[in-house]
């Protein structure tokens, strides 16, 4: 047995921040930014934090299917780009929620990581560990995000976005997930701590003494996002349409049989670059990259969200997910809405 998505949520700031306001700390132009992103503006956060876009879009989540906080079994969030590390995301929400049954830990494939936590739910649900799973995407991107690159500043927003998971007779599943680490350095943001000093105990001198941590020759500029945005666009063209396929292959069936595409919306030209490859046309593809810009994880479960609210997926409706980014990783999903 599988588990079906009995409700959606989502969350992203009030803050606007249109492209003209980007003009003012950095050389562009809305034309730029619209033409090769999609992007009109974005959300960013002022008072919230990423764990509290992600209690919001849960809590969203919660009421829009029905339930009790005290059926979820399991909450998993994908994020990159928590004001938490300790204690995880998943534990702040459960606490907020009060989600008091669940065992809760976050889980960080960038882009990839709602079809991570979906597809790792949909496994415990399918080997009878957990009935009721809430799953969450949610990024603060705004705080890694260097404002004085205009190459990587102009892409991202802020947001949450959130699903329930539940046991059914009917819920169909299938996926299909890839890494390549040797790709890994296309997209890099180290942590702050790895370039702060610390004191070490050094048996030699018999003394605490500073020193400055280096890993992998990283300085503290590395802790803002690096993007060699070609590469990635590059990767996402080439690699996800054959992900898609090879999951359309391992279930037989054809673009024809899919209503719709649901991809991570990195940017409208690799949403169409996508559609191109797989020969479909792009009203199979929805989009909302215009509003929020690329919100990394939680880009497919507000899109998710916006499209159940909308009533644009109804019972029978057969949608491939597909969620690609650093690491580089990638993942194609089948969900067919019951
Ligand atoms: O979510 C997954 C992770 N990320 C992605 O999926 C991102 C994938 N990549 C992209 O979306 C695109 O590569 C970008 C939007 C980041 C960049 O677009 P591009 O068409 O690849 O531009 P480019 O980096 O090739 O730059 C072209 C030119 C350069 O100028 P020169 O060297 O031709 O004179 C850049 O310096 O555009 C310049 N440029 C800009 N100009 C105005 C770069 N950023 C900007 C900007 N405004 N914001």
Same mark, same amino acid.
């Given at each position: 047995?599988?588990?079906?998505?009995?409700?959606?949520?989502?969350?992203?700031?009030?803050?606007?921040?249109? !492209? #003209?306001?980007? &003009?003012?700390?950095?050389?562009?132009?809305?034309?730029?930014?619209?033409?090769?992103?999609?992007?009109?503006?974005?959300?960013?956060?002022? !008072?919230? &934090?990423?764990?509290?876009?992600? &209690?919001?879009?849960?809590?969203?989540?919660?009421?829009? @299917?029905?339930?009790?906080?005290?059926?979820? %079994?399991?909450?998993?969030?994908?994020?990159?780009?928590?004001?938490?590390?300790?204690? !995880?995301?998943? +534990?702040?929400?459960?606490?907020?929620?009060?989600?008091?049954? @669940?065992?809760?830990?976050?889980? #960080?494939?960038?882009?990839?990581?709602?079809?991570?936590?979906?597809?790792?739910?949909?496994?415990?649900? #399918?080997?009878?560990?957990?009935?009721?799973?809430?799953?969450?995407?949610?990024?603060?991107?705004?705080?890694?995000?260097?404002?004085?690159?205009?190459?990587?500043?102009?892409?991202?927003?802020?947001?949450?976005?959130?699903?329930?998971?539940?046991?059914?007779?009917?819920?169909?599943?299938?996926?299909?997930?890839?890494?390549?680490?040797?790709?890994?350095?296309?997209?890099?943001?180290?942590?702050?701590?790895?370039?702060?000093?610390?004191?070490?105990?050094?048996?030699?001198?018999?003394?605490?003494?500073?020193?400055?941590?280096? &890993?992998?020759?990283?300085?503290?500029?590395?802790?803002?996002?690096?993007?060699?945005?070609?590469?990635?666009?590059?990767?996402?063209?080439?690699?996800?349409?054959?992900?898609?396929?090879?999951?359309?292959?391992?279930?037989?069936?054809?673009?024809?049989?899919? %209503?719709?595409?649901?991809?991570?919306?990195?940017?409208?030209?690799? +949403?169409?670059?996508?559609?191109?490859?797989?020969?479909?046309?792009?009203?199979?593809?929805?989009? #909302?990259?215009?509003?929020?810009? !690329?919100?990394?994880? @939680?880009?497919?479960?507000?899109?998710?969200?916006?499209?159940?609210?909308?009533?644009?997926?109804?019972?029978?409706?057969?949608?491939?997910?597909?969620?690609?980014?650093?690491?580089?990783?990638?993942? @194609?999903?089948?969900?067919?809405? +019951?």
């Amino acid at each position: 047995m599988f588990g079906k998505i009995i409700g959606t949520g989502s969350y992203v700031p009030e803050n606007i921040v249109t !492209n #003209n306001d980007l &003009t003012k700390i950095v050389e562009t132009s809305d034309s730029w930014i619209e033409e090769r992103t999609g992007v009109k503006q974005r959300h960013l956060m002022k !008072n919230e &934090t990423t764990a509290t876009m992600a &209690t919001e879009a849960a809590k969203r989540a919660v009421e829009n @299917a029905g339930i009790k906080p005290e059926e979820i %079994d399991v909450i998993v969030v994908s994020t990159v780009s928590s004001n938490l590390i300790l204690p !995880n995301t998943a +534990c702040f929400v459960q606490e907020q929620i009060g989600a008091i049954n @669940a065992f809760c830990f976050d889980i #960080n494939t960038a882009c990839t990581g709602f079809m991570m936590a979906y597809n790792t739910v949909q496994s415990y649900i #399918n080997s009878g560990l957990v009935k009721t799973a809430l799953i969450i995407g949610a990024e603060g991107l705004s705080r890694i995000v260097d404002w004085s690159d205009r190459g990587t500043c102009i892409l991202f927003g802020d947001g949450a976005g959130a699903a329930i998971v539940k046991a059914s007779e009917a819920a169909v599943f299938e996926t299909v997930m890839k890494s390549d680490g040797r790709k890994g350095s296309a997209l890099t943001c180290y942590n702050g701590f790895a370039t702060r000093p610390r004191k070490i105990f050094t048996e030699e001198k018999q003394e605490i003494s500073d020193i400055y941590e280096k &890993t992998n020759g990283q300085e503290s500029s590395d802790t803002f996002v690096k993007m060699d945005g070609q590469e990635i666009f590059r990767f996402a063209v080439k690699e996800v349409p054959k992900c898609i396929n090879e999951l359309m292959e391992k279930m037989n069936i054809t673009s024809d049989d899919v %209503d719709m595409f649901v991809l991570h919306q990195a940017n409208l030209r690799i +949403c169409q670059g996508i559609a191109k490859r797989l020969k479909i046309s792009m009203d199979k593809v929805p989009t #909302n990259v215009s509003e929020y810009g !690329n919100t990394s994880s @939680a880009c497919i479960p507000i899109l998710l969200d916006e499209l159940f609210k909308a009533g644009k997926l109804k019972k029978g409706d057969k949608i491939i997910m597909s969620g690609f980014g650093a690491g580089v990783t990638l993942a @194609a999903t089948y969900l067919e809405i +019951c």
